[in-house]
Antibody, heavy 124, light 107 residues
Framework: EVQLVETGGGLIQPGGSLRLSCAASGFTVSSNYMSWVRQAPGKGLEWVSVIYSGGSTYYADSVKGRFTISRDNSKNTLYLQMNSLRAEDTAVYYC??????????????????WGQGTTVTVSS | DIQMTQSPSSLSASVGDRVTITCRASQSISSYLNWYQQKPGKAPKLLIYAASSLQSGVPSRFSGSGSGTDFTLTISSLQPEDFATYYCQQSYSTPGTFGPGTKVDIK
């Protein structure tokens, strides 16, 4: 079964650090685009970061320089290292796989597998 | 970054109604547009990719159209399980920005 399971969320004080993990089963993390998406309480979805199959990484401006996306191929696991956490980072964090489809001669991507989410609360 | 807008922000509809949600991009994104459905407390679910391609397992009452900057998600006959929030997302460039969402609730 294709599945993503996030762990690592919790209550953390402003300025602190936390590492989220996303364990994959049924597919290979390193062969796919993998993303983190977050959702603040009562708010919409916010794209956070992506790691491409080739290893390139990109971040939202709101987290750039503070968050680091990575993967451990031996554990088939995606990570998000979050440093210098702020109250506005409080959210449910989802990891997601982006699959690729060839449509009318072009490749398109969409996040077709999502984890259940892990809650990060930044508060003193 | 590409900005995404959606309208309406919410709507009330009855079972059996035809529902249309609009998404607009701040610049042309060709057909690089996805639609997701999210129910309370659950992860989003991919409905449509490439603006009009139905994801496997998604009922055929869902359809998408558009290209360039203007896109539409249509539910041809609303079912009880369709009451949820719908988000568009552009996959044309990084960051893959989402629209603010459209909440569909029961009339």
């Amino acid at each position: 079964e294709v599945q993503l399971v996030e762990t690592g969320g919790g209550l953390i004080q402003p300025g602190g650090s936390l590492r989220l993990s996303c364990a994959a089963s049924g597919f290979t993390v390193s062969s796919n685009y993998m993303s983190w998406v977050r959702q603040a309480p009562g708010k919409g979805l916010e794209w956070v970061s992506v790691i491409y199959s080739g290893g390139s990484t990109y971040y939202a401006d709101s987290v750039k320089g503070r968050f680091t996306i990575s993967r451990d191929n031996s554990k088939n696991t995606l990570y998000l290292q979050m440093n210098s956490l702020r109250a506005e980072d409080t959210a449910v964090y989802y990891c997601a796989r982006a699959s690729q489809w060839l449509v009318r001669g072009y490749y398109y991507y969409g996040m077709d597998v999502w984890g259940q989410g892990t809650t990060v609360t930044v508060s003193s | 970054d590409i900005q995404m807008t959606q309208s309406p922000s919410s709507l009330s509809a009855s079972v059996g109604d035809r529902v249309t949600i609009t998404c607009r991009a701040s610049q042309s994104i060709s057909s690089y547009l996805n639609w997701y459905q999210q129910k309370p407390g659950k992860a989003p679910k991919l409905l449509i990719y490439a603006a009009s391609s139905l994801q496997s397992g998604v009922p055929s009452r869902f359809s998408g159209s558009g290209s360039g900057t203007d896109f539409t998600l249509t539910i041809s006959s609303l079912q009880p399980e369709d009451f949820a929030t719908y988000y568009c997302q552009q996959s044309y460039s990084t960051p893959g920005t989402f629209g603010p969402g459209t909440k569909v609730d029961i009339k």
